[in-house]
């Protein structure tokens, strides 16, 4: 009779035992398969997505292209950019230049982005003309003597002078400049004292140009001409930013330039143009 109690009690504590098991095993269960295929498909979802957001950024960069083609479309000629903010309104957030030696990639970067999306945009400027000076018999040299709001003289430049207010990148200040095409017979831009004044200069005009030109003195106009070649800089701009000076053509003055000006201008531009791409 002792003997059989034994054993009962020995079957108890195995029952137990097995009974604890199972609950552990119920407590914790092995890692579902189906979990597994969800973490994946969650990866995939994410590439996808990545993949759809590079997508987009491409389709909007097309849509900004377009439309500055139909822009030009309709105005018979290229879009005409007022400031330095409409110039770099569309500039990728990866390609804002940075200080620093750390930062040798993004100001490349910029570089690169400078003198791809620069070079033939137009650029408009309003303008005060405050003298007009002839030289030479005819043909004449026409000077025309301007001053702007927006333009302003930088004395550690040279001839550049500062388009527009200065500019912010991701918290990086960054300048406009503007410079003459370097050639004898043009200089479309040449600081001439610290109020930001600067000058057109027209050769081989005829009597009634000169004529036209100078009815022009004391207005307000529009000066527009088209962005050739740009020249990014790290030192040497004002207040320590970073730069990217322009080389802009022979420009129109409420749309009006002399025939023979117009004639070699667009040989200038031609030229240009034509220099290799480095």
Request: glycine share 6%.
């Amino acid at each position: 009779m002792i003997r059989m109690n034994y054993r009962f009690v020995s079957l108890v504590l195995v029952a137990a035992l097995l009974h604890g098991n199972l609950g552990v095993a119920l407590a914790f269960p092995e890692d579902n398969p189906t979990d597994i295929e969800q973490q994946k498909q969650v990866a995939d979802l994410e590439k996808t997505i990545s993949l759809k957001e590079q997508e987009l950024k491409n389709l909007k960069r097309q849509a900004i292209d377009l439309r500055r083609v139909v822009e030009g479309n309709q105005q018979g000629t290229t879009k005409f950019y007022t400031s330095s903010v409409e110039m770099v309104d569309d500039m990728p957030i990866s390609a804002f230049p940075k200080a620093g030696p750390e930062f040798t990639m993004e100001r490349l970067a910029a570089k690169k982005w400078f003198e791809t999306n620069f070079p033939g945009r137009g650029l408009q400027l309003y303008a005060n003309i405050y003298d007009v000076l002839v030289e030479g018999e005819d043909p004449y040299t026409v000077t025309v003597y301007c001053r702007s709001n927006n333009i302003y003289y930088l004395p550690k430049n040279g001839k550049n002078m500062q388009f527009d207010r200065i500019i912010l990148l991701d918290r990086q200040q960054c300048a406009v400049m503007l410079g003459g095409i370097p050639s004898e017979n043009f200089l479309s831009f040449s600081a001439l004292d610290k109020e930001g004044s600067w000058i057109a200069r027209y050769n081989n005009c005829t009597t009634e140009e000169v004529q036209h030109l100078r009815e022009l003195k004391g207005q307000n106009v529009a000066l527009k001409g088209k962005i050739l070649h740009t020249l990014y800089q790290e030192k040497d701009v004002a207040d320590e930013t970073m730069g990217v000076v322009v080389s802009v053509s022979p420009m129109t003055i409420n749309d009006f330039m002399p025939k023979a000006t117009k004639a070699e201008g667009t040989k200038l531009e031609a030229e240009w143009n034509a220099r290799p791409k480095h």
